[in-house]
């Protein structure tokens, strides 16, 4: 039993025009998501620079000492700050993990991580733009007018992550990941921390497929990433699940202390469960209702 084949380039080139040929399902997928969001839930209203008092709210740890109000906080045990309604518009800067790994799926029954990462990304950023925010794409400069076009973007820009291929700045922009998390925290860790230095919040949505945790496998079983490298052959598969998933688990519990470091949120979503609650999470974290670190089943 082969578990899946690795690419060639020619491979992917192809995987990534299919992706292109079903965006007009995918967005529809995106839209029938974004429509089920509470509509209240994704607001003009965010805090940031302005003049209008909007609420307190509790000091975090790390922020700047001179940002408490020190006569609310006289009256609690707490320290309190005050947010300021901002003016301007956010700005939600996107990247979906269009790369091999992503075109994989354990059964013909269920969504591409690609597909089912692109289709959430969608949703967030239409509902992101229906609020007032500009959204664009983090690799790459094109913005959110037209979805289709701005899909065919990101599928182009997630084929790698260059962080010289940006064009714009993250200043104060919340950066969205979409990815299964695969490449090594180092990367990750090199990736991202260069963004979450200027970026005004960090979220990580992990897309995987059921098999990924699970290891189903039994038997003989060849083992190929389809961005390709050796091939590791298990000759009893099954014997091998309890060592895999505690490797597994390691990896994304990493990632996720990893986030935590760079003050960001992981977000965990398996193709075989509906976009929605993954995506309503999201949502809040852009919103900033949802603290650093925590995870999604």
Known sequence: MVATQALSPADLAGAAQDLADGLPALLLEARKTQASLHPG???RRRAGMGETFWQHREWREGEDLRHIDWRRSARSDRLFVRDMERESPANLQIWVDC???MHWRHGANRPTKAERALIIALALAM???AGGERV???LGDARLGEAIGFGRALIS???NFDLRARSGSARSAHILIVSDGLASIETWLDRLKPLSDQASGLTFILIRDPAEEAFPFEGRVLFQRPSGGEPILIGQAQAAREAYQRLYHHHVDALSAALRQLRGQLLIH???QSALPVTFQALACLDGRLRAGQQSG
Do not use: E, M, R, V
Request: contains cysteine.
């Open 99 to 101: 790369g091999p790994d």
């Open 127 to 129: 509902a992101a733009k």
């Open 136 to 138: 664009s794409c983090l």
């Open 270 to 272: 398996a193709t075989d």
């Open 41 to 43: 839930a994704h607001g």
């Open 157 to 159: 820009s997630g084929q």
